[in-house]
Nanobody, 119 residues
Framework: QVQLVESGGGLVQAGGSLRLSCAAS????????MGWYRQAPGKQRELVAAITSAGSTNYADSVKGRFTISRAKNTVYLQMNSLKPEDTAVYYC???????????????WGQGTQVTVSS
């Protein structure tokens, strides 16, 4: 079993900051990419930021320069600065990992954490 446990969401005023954390645990052999997605009401889930095991990062254009993703072993963080009301969404942690040597990578998801930015 693999678990992704998120923390750090909440309510913040526009211009404020929040830091999300996501810890992966359980039967993990190796993790390739970890990332954050978000889904606002009535919209599709979208990639916010991702980081590979080698440290390469990828950001959505809408968050470049404001959000920073980082990773320490099996934990991924998302530092969110200069938050805007349009950043309001449920944020989901994602990990692409394998549970045993020789098995293909699969996607695992956290339960989601609400981020609300008031204007």
């Amino acid at each position: 079993q693999v678990q992704l446990v998120e923390s750090g969401g909440g309510l913040v005023q526009a211009g404020g900051s929040l830091r999300l954390s996501c810890a992966a645990s359980g039967s993990i052999y190796s993790i390739n990419t970890m990332g954050w997605y978000r889904q606002a009401p009535g919209k599709q889930r979208e990639l916010v930021a991702a980081i590979t095991s080698a440290g390469s990062t990828n950001y959505a254009d809408s968050v470049k320069g404001r959000f920073t993703i980082s990773r320490a072993k099996n934990t991924v963080y998302l530092q969110m600065n200069s938050l805007k009301p349009e950043d309001t969404a449920v944020y989901y942690c994602n990990a692409r990992l394998s549970t045993r040597w020789g098995t293909p990578m699969s996607d695992y998801w956290g339960q989601g954490t609400q981020v609300t930015v008031s204007s």
